[in-house]
């Protein structure tokens, strides 16, 4: 359950940028996290669920895109998407390969609020 | 949702002029002047990877080990398959031949601490509370006290855990899964994540074969499966087998 540290270094990055924007609060988050990642997005949307609670961030949204995992061969030379757990080539069953995408873990776009107040006198 | 008006369009904007026309094919009355309690979002591209603090502050602790020429390694293992009982008998294996020191990470109490010490090496444990995990912080926090002017290797006892370990990276040379017989030969395949980031995976508890329906040829399969290359050792803390492999291992990165 290692998704509560990763939801709370989120938090505490977001909290960051908010801070720098001067922003009011945050309405959503999009965050990337690839399948080889060794992050489960239902256990880390239910990490968020606790981790904000009492804090600025009760309301914001957490968008958790899967990002499905890319294989490139250096056997055959092909970009497969393997559709087990562990990364293999799907045209030539290589192991030799290089992990393009599905490592990812990623706090993608932020969407600030800003206080209207603030944009005319 | 638009959070202004309500509307289904999000691809629209409001100005502050009560007499404004409205761009979303719907009117209607603005009774408010410029007290408005909501606010207008901004999306920020942020493109960040989630783990990068920890990832720096790791950066930071392998330039202070290769400065200090010590080699880290980052045992990890799911709870009893054997990591103490093997870094008891590896510290006195290499007491007074390979100067080491170790950290060892437990969610709760100096146990593991306590069965090591009195081997000729500084160790230090850290307790994680609730973390399933060392993070690269605490575990830099404490070269200094640990790390002696002849200490060559530095063993990183990480919380018993297959899964959490393996996505925070400490700053150690590389990792170092391990697997007892009793788990099955089966679990590179069950939990991937490690054994395709360990160049090296120790099959400890080889004494228990006989007891066991293990195949090790299977496993062995199964560890290339997952990692090409993956360097094995095989032996028994217990019995002694296999250790000479390993020390000598030992000796070499030091």
Redesign the interface.
């Known amino acids: ?2 998704e ?3 939801a709370q ?2 938090i505490e ?1 977001v909290e960051a ?1 908010r801070a720098e ?1 001067e ?3 945050i ?1 959503s988050v999009q ?1 990337q996290v690839g399948t ?4 489960d997005p239902y256990a880390l949307e239910l990490a968020f669920s606790v981790a904000v609670e009492r804090t600025l961030y009760a309301d914001t949204r957490w968008d958790i895109e899967s990002v499905v995992a890319r294989v490139k061969c250096r056997t055959c030379g092909r970009t497969t998407a393997p559709d087990g ?4 080539c799907m045209n030539c069953d290589s ?2 390969i290089a992990i393009v995408t599905g490592r990812e ?13 603030k ?2 006198v | 949702m638009c959070d202004e008006c309500g509307c289904g369009d999000v691809d629209h904007t409001h100005t502050n002029d009560p007499s404004h026309d409205h761009d979303h094919g719907h009117s209607h009355g603005h009774s408010h002047g410029h007290s408005h309690d909501h606010d207008e979002k901004v999306v920020l591209s942020v493109r960040e990877k989630v783990l990068a603090r920890n990832e720096e502050l790791a950066a930071k602790n392998r330039l202070w080990l290769a400065e200090h020429n010590v080699t880290a390694v980052n045992l990890i293992s799911a709870p009893g398959t054997g990591k103490t009982f093997l870094l008891e008998r590896t510290l006195e294996r290499l007491q007074g031949r390979v100067g080491c020191a170790v950290i060892t990470g437990d969610q709760q109490t100096d146990n593991d601490a306590k069965r090591l010490a009195g081997k000729g090496a500084p160790v230090r444990q850290i307790e994680t509370q609730s973390a399933c995990h060392l993070e690269a912080q605490r575990v830099g926090d404490l070269f200094e006290e640990v790390i002696q002017d002849e200490t060559r290797i530095l063993f990183i006892e990480n919380v018993g855990n297959l899964v959490c370990p393996t996505a925070f990276d400490l700053g150690e040379n590389f990792k170092i899964a391990l697997l007892s017989v009793t788990e099955g030969e089966d679990k590179p395949l069950k939990y991937p994540a490690l054994f395709s980031l360990a160049p090296v995976t120790i099959v400890t508890k080889t004494d228990l074969l006989p007891h066991l329906d293990f195949d090790m040829e299977a496993c062995r399969e199964n560890l290339r499966k997952v990692h090409p290359g993956m360097f094995v050792f095989e032996l028994s803390a217990k019995s002694g087998d296999g250790l000479d492999g390993w020390i000598d291992y030992l000796e070499k990165l030091g």
């Open positions: 359950m290692h509560l540290s990763i270094s989120i990055r940028i924007h922003a009011s609060g309405a965050l080889l990642s060794g992050v757990p562990f990364p293999i192991t030799d873990l990623m706090i993608d776009t932020i969407e600030v609020k800003q206080d209207e107040e944009n005319h």
